[in-house]
């Protein structure tokens, strides 16, 4: 069985850092695309950022430049470093699992999701 399990969410001022884990579980995803989203009350879910092997990313233009998206396929974990936080930025994050190969900003190409971490971010 596939699980995700995401870490690292908190509360932190505006210009503030956090670091998100996830780790998968139940089978190996080093050639598929990992991926972050967020969700914010009353919002629909958005992409934030995706990684092609460990060197190939992909950023929504709100956090180019502050966020960095980065994996470890021998721990089967990827992570979320989020600098410059801004108020906006709070959100549930969760990590997913996209499709093989190819990068992608679409929620609904992803097949495995985790619970998501809280992230707040007070101005």
């Known amino acids: 069985q596939v699980q995700l399990v995401e870490s690292g969410g908190g509360l932190v001022q505006s210009g503030g850092s956090l670091r998100l884990s996830c780790v998968a579980s139940?089978?190996?995803?080093?050639?598929?695309?990992m991926g972050w989203f967020r969700q914010a009350p009353g919002k629909k879910r958005e992409f934030v950022a995706a990684?092609?092997?460990?060197?190939?990313?992909y950023y929504a233009d709100s956090v180019k430049g502050r966020f960095t998206i980065s994996r470890d396929n021998a721990k089967n974990a990827v992570y979320l470093q989020m600098n410059s936080l801004k108020p906006e930025d709070t959100a549930v994050y969760y990590c997913?699992?996209?499709?093989?190969?190819?990068?992608?900003?679409?929620?609904?190409?992803?097949?495995?999701w985790g619970q998501g971490t809280q992230v707040t971010v007070s101005s």
């Open positions: 997913a699992v996209g499709p093989p190969m190819r990068n992608s900003r679409y929620a609904d190409e992803y097949s495995y």
């Open positions: 139940g089978r190996t995803f080093s050639s598929y695309v």
């Open positions: 990684i092609k092997w460990t060197t190939i990313t």
